[in-house]
């Protein structure tokens, strides 16, 4: 009864085209639809449902790791519709679970609205390229994308190391490998070291979770390959200062010099729900490491990053908050969502109200973080940006507080 049961609720999650299924005692079944939780209308789980459910499609390594340590991770393939990511997890003493659809249709640079310099990037010979974004934000898609496309038109041995597996690849121009962690491969570290021996022209490593397995993929990317891989950090900036804050101090001069030196392009992204039709969209941050960039890095001036990525246009960079207000502007997000996934809350309220729409301003801690922003996105370079003086950043901070209390008083 509890296979037949969770086939049915597999079988909801695919016909409506949901990202994520919730199994939790004391609620029903509940689904992530278009980035928001609806529950089903079923009965509540009770703990046995939720056991019932877990065995029902739990390997048994994963059981006893599960009963060993309180969770577990894996894949499997639901019919010919699609693959799930499980999580499954102790909590109070109960069984939980999240299920997330992995679509078996790879999505195109069109579709997922990719930068034009992604293509670019995929023919490079070398280098890392990093995709970075919050936990749901679409970085597996991203890369599976990426992946595909080399898969269709170059001749290369792609290895992929990952936990668990989530699209399946097939060998097209390329030989494509892909290696589960715990199951293929102890580790993400060992995976990269093992696929040095592999004849590899690409890797693509999961998740950088530890000190070995960056040091492990900037090395990969040194010695002449083509590395793919996650961060769960939020913009480019952001991004390497926590690769180079993860390494000793006395290590973190050489892994400035080596980032600079093998660092592609770093793209940063969040999902959205959209208001102008059923579904999501992907805003963008994006990167691309020119010269001044690099002397950025090697300098250990990350904070003036922001200023080149707004003067590099026609590399197709641009910052989240662009990117984000692009998406209003066009209709296809809403204000609030614009303001939420903003790096800079309060600038970008007051960006959408320098247009003449009405947005509702009633959290005071936007506010605070307009005044503190050394960089407001959009704003003109050297206008305060990370890129002046102190006295420009200290006035821009002054007026852009003043701008806010403004705000704040008209409410």
Same mark, same amino acid.
């Given at each position: 009864?509890?296979?037949?049961?969770?086939?049915?609720?597999?079988?909801?999650?695919?016909?409506?085209?949901?990202?994520?299924?919730?199994?939790?005692?004391?609620?029903?079944?509940?689904?992530?639809?278009?980035?928001?939780?609806? $529950?089903? =209308?079923?009965?509540?789980?009770?703990?046995?449902?939720?056991?019932?459910?877990?065995?029902?499609?739990?390997?048994?390594?994963? =059981?006893?790791?599960?009963?060993?340590?309180?969770?577990?991770?894996?894949?499997?393939?639901?019919?010919?519709?699609?693959?799930?990511?499980?999580?499954?997890?102790?909590?109070?003493?109960?069984?939980?679970?999240?299920?997330?659809?992995?679509?078996?249709?790879?999505?195109?640079?069109?579709?997922?609205?990719?930068?034009?310099?992604?293509?670019?990037?995929?023919?490079?010979?070398?280098?890392?390229?990093?995709?970075?974004?919050?936990?749901?934000?679409?970085?597996?898609?991203?890369?599976?994308?990426? +992946?595909?496309?080399?898969?269709?038109?170059?001749?290369?041995? +792609? +290895?992929?190391?990952?936990?668990?597996?989530?699209?399946?690849?097939?060998?097209?121009?390329?030989?494509?490998? /892909?290696?589960?962690?715990?199951?293929?491969?102890?580790?993400?570290?060992?995976?990269?070291?093992?696929?040095?021996?592999?004849?590899?022209?690409?890797?693509?490593?999961?998740?950088?979770?530890?000190?070995?397995?960056? @040091?492990?993929?900037?090395?990969?990317?040194?010695?002449?390959?083509?590395?793919?891989?996650?961060?769960?950090?939020?913009?480019?900036?952001?991004?390497?200062?926590?690769?180079?804050? #993860?390494?000793? #101090?006395? /290590?973190?001069?050489?892994?400035?010099?080596?980032?600079? @030196?093998?660092?592609?392009?770093?793209?940063?992204?969040?999902?959205?729900?959209?208001?102008?039709?059923?579904?999501?969209?992907?805003?963008? $941050?994006?990167?691309?490491?020119?010269?001044?960039?690099?002397?950025?890095?090697?300098?250990?001036?990350?904070?003036?990053?922001?200023?080149?990525?707004?003067?590099?246009?026609?590399?197709?960079?641009?910052?989240?908050?662009?990117?984000?207000?692009?998406?209003?502007?066009?209709?296809?997000?809403?204000?609030?969502?614009?303001?939420?996934?903003?790096?800079?809350?309060?600038?970008?309220?007051?960006?959408?109200?320098?247009?003449?729409?009405?947005? /509702?301003?009633?959290?005071?801690?936007?506010?605070?973080?307009?005044?503190?922003?050394?960089?407001?996105?959009?704003?003109? #370079? @050297?206008?305060?940006?990370?890129? @002046?003086?102190?006295?420009?950043? =200290?006035?821009?901070? #002054?007026?852009?507080?003043?701008?806010?209390?403004?705000?704040?008083?008209?409410?």
């Amino acid at each position: 009864m509890a296979t037949l049961q969770i086939d049915r609720l597999l079988e909801t999650v695919v016909r409506r085209g949901a990202s994520d299924l919730h199994l939790a005692v004391g609620k029903p079944p509940t689904l992530r639809l278009n980035g928001h939780l609806r $529950e089903l =209308q079923t009965k509540m789980l009770e703990p046995e449902d939720t056991i019932a459910l877990m065995k029902s499609v739990t390997p048994e390594r994963i =059981q006893e790791e599960y009963e060993e340590k309180g969770s577990g991770d894996f894949g499997f393939r639901y019919s010919e519709e699609a693959r799930f990511r499980v999580s499954v997890f102790k909590q109070r003493g109960n069984c939980s679970m999240v299920l997330r659809q992995i679509p078996n249709k790879i999505l195109t640079f069109e579709q997922i609205g990719l930068p034009k310099m992604a293509e670019s990037i995929c023919r490079r010979p070398r280098g890392i390229f990093l995709v970075t974004g919050p936990t749901g934000s679409g970085k597996s898609t991203t890369l599976a994308c990426m +992946i595909n496309y080399i898969n269709e038109n170059f001749d290369r041995h +792609i +290895i992929t190391m990952e936990d668990p597996i989530e699209f399946y690849h097939t060998h097209k121009k390329s030989i494509v490998v /892909q290696r589960e962690i715990h199951v293929d491969v102890p580790s993400f570290a060992e995976g990269i070291r093992r696929a040095l021996r592999q004849d590899p022209d690409v890797i693509l490593v999961g998740e950088m979770r530890d000190l070995e397995t960056i @040091g492990a993929a900037i090395s990969a990317a040194e010695t002449g390959h083509l590395v793919f891989a996650t961060l769960h950090t939020n913009g480019a900036a952001s991004t390497i200062s926590r690769i180079i804050d #993860a390494f000793p #101090a006395d /290590q973190q001069e050489q892994v400035r010099v080596q980032l600079a @030196g093998n660092m592609i392009a770093v793209l940063s992204q969040t999902l959205c729900p959209r208001i102008d039709k059923e579904g999501r969209l992907a805003a963008y $941050e994006f990167m691309y490491v020119t010269p001044s960039i690099q002397n950025l890095i090697r300098e250990n001036k990350v904070f003036r990053v922001d200023s080149d990525i707004q003067t590099g246009k026609k590399y197709g960079m641009q910052l989240l908050d662009d990117s984000l207000f692009l998406h209003w502007q066009g209709g296809r997000i809403s204000a609030e969502e614009a303001i939420d996934k903003s790096r800079t809350p309060g600038l970008m309220v007051d960006r959408i109200q320098k247009t003449g729409a009405m947005v /509702q301003v009633e959290d005071d801690a936007l506010m605070a973080d307009a005044a503190t922003a050394g960089q407001a996105p959009g704003a003109p #370079a @050297g206008a305060g940006g990370a890129g @002046g003086s102190d006295a420009e950043r =200290q006035a821009a901070m #002054a007026a852009n507080r003043a701008r806010m209390q403004g705000l704040a008083g008209k409410k």
